[in-house]
């Protein structure tokens, strides 16, 4: 069974400061991914990544910032939080090919006050 | 761009009567990959079938979805809904083994 953790499961954040989530999967995937869930919205890509070294920007980039220090590693960044920035937040990997599947974490509950 | 639409946000069933749920996709790639994932409150998403065969039924867990690429369709089916598929489903489509793009999502609720 893929394992993806994501650290940490819930933070509160004040306006104009700056957030770093983690995510770490132990199944050697190339690809991870970072979506937020928002009613009506469904799961939307933020950014995600190849491997190691490599940060590429999904549908809704604006805000964030992504780093891929490792192939195990991959974190998400809100250098000045907003409240709109308030959502649930999931990491996923995958080996990234035809109908190969994802494998998601439990997510992580942010609220900007 | 590429792109998924689920047009039902919210669907509510009595117990056993049949579900679907719909799914439409649009893209100009011919190799496209469809996936519907299941989400459990207080759980992961997790993958529940997949298909990138044109006309060909496909069936996990009691339920079942055809890929239509001839109208880009990939809807949801079950026979007869049970409490326990109470959840939120996400129809979602990969293209060019690139990433996966995922619809709006529909909250299924089964009442008894």
């Known amino acids: 069974e893929a394992a993806v953790t994501q650290s940490p499961r819930n933070k509160v954040a004040v306006t104009g400061g700056k957030v770093t989530l983690s995510c770490n999967q132990t199944?050697?995937?190339?690809?991870m991914y970072w979506y937020r869930q928002d009613t009506g919205h469904g799961l939307r890509l933020i950014h995600y990544s190849y491997g190691a070294g490599s940060t590429e920007k999904g549908d809704i980039p604006d805000g964030y910032k992504a780093s891929r220090p490792s192939q195990e590693n991959f974190s998400l960044i809100l250098e000045l939080a907003t409240p709109s920035q308030t959502s649930v937040y999931f990491c996923?990997?995958?080996?990234?090919?035809?109908?190969?599947?994802?494998?998601f974490g439990k997510g992580t509950r942010l609220t900007v006050v | 761009g590429d792109s998924v639409t689920q047009k039902e946000g919210l669907v509510t069933l009595t117990e056993g009567l049949p579900v679907m749920l719909n799914c439409t996709y649009q893209?100009?790639?011919?190799?496209?990959?469809l996936f519907w994932y299941v989400h459990y409150l207080n759980e992961s998403p997790r993958l529940l079938l997949k298909s990138s065969t044109d006309n060909k039924r496909t069936e996990h867990q009691g339920f079942h979805a055809t890929l239509h690429k001839s109208s880009s369709s990939f809807h949801l089916q079950k026979s007869s809904a049970q409490l326990s598929d109470s959840a939120l489903y996400y129809c979602a489509l990969r293209v060019n083994y690139n990433v996966l793009y995922f619809g709006s999502g529909t909250k299924l609720t089964v009442e008894p």
């Open positions: 893209t100009i790639y011919s190799n496209a990959f």
């Open positions: 996923a990997s995958g080996p990234g090919q035809g109908n190969t599947e994802v494998f």
């Open positions: 199944n050697n995937h190339n690809n």
